[in-house]
C-alpha cells in the first residue's frame, strides 16, 4: 500500500494501530554539542549550493 492510500495520519494509525505522541521535550536532557571547524566550513561552503533560490541575509549564521 502506497502513502497515498492514505488521506491522514489518523487514518494511518487507525489502521495500523499506531500511537502517535507528540513531546515537545523529546531531546531535553541531550547537551549541545561542539562544531566542528571543518564541519562549519563545509556547511558554508555547501548550503548555499543546496538552496540557491534562498539569499543569505546578514544576520543568518550557518
Do not use: H, W
Not at 6 to 15: A, L, Q, V
Request: with cysteine; aromatic share 10%; charged share 20%.
Amino acid at each position: 500500500m502506497s502513502y497515498s492510500s492514505f488521506k491522514s495520519i489518523g487514518e494511518i494509525c487507525d489502521r495500523f494501530n499506531v500511537t502517535l505522541e507528540e513531546s515537545s521535550d523529546l531531546f531535553s536532557t541531550i547537551s549541545p554539542a561542539e562544531v566542528s571547524p571543518l564541519f562549519q566550513q563545509l556547511l558554508e561552503r555547501n548550503i548555499p549550493l543546496a538552496m540557491p533560490s534562498i539569499p543569505k541575509r546578514p544576520d543568518q549564521n550557518y
